[in-house]
Nanobody, 119 residues
């Protein structure tokens, strides 16, 4: 199972970007799916996640600015990022946790997409 991210790029402070994560299998496979980010010299941190039943949670630093959602028609998990700040800069990784074709539960990662917020 693979996760492919898209939608990163450069934006000025206060701008918006939308990230999309496309799994190679149905998003219903995942009990928990979402986004982490990693800034230079920092640890990877959880930004937003959504569970199978639909409830979501956010880090305090993005609460009220970012929205995670699932598009069942496109089979994607999207992250709408508004009011972006320079401290949102980093590589954003999609992750998914759930039962894999191997028969065991696992956590898998996408390759990451760069988000740069600067003037």
């Amino acid at each position: 199972v693979q996760l492919v991210e898209s939608g990163g790029g450069w934006v000025q402070p206060g701008g918006s970007l939308r990230l999309s994560c496309l799994p190679s299998e149905s998003i219903f496979r995942f009990d928990n799916i979402g986004w982490y980010r990693q800034a230079p010299a920092n640890q990877r941190e959880l930004v937003a996640s959504i569970v199978k039943v639909g409830s979501s949670r956010y880090s305090d630093s993005v609460q009220g600015r970012f929205t995670i959602s699932r598009d069942f028609a496109k089979n994607t998990v999207d992250l709408q990022m508004n009011s972006l700040k320079p401290e949102d800069t980093g590589v954003y990784y999609c992750y998914g946790e759930g039962m894999m074709p191997s028969g065991s539960k696992d956590k898998i990662w996408g390759q990451g997409t760069q988000v740069t917020v600067s003037s």
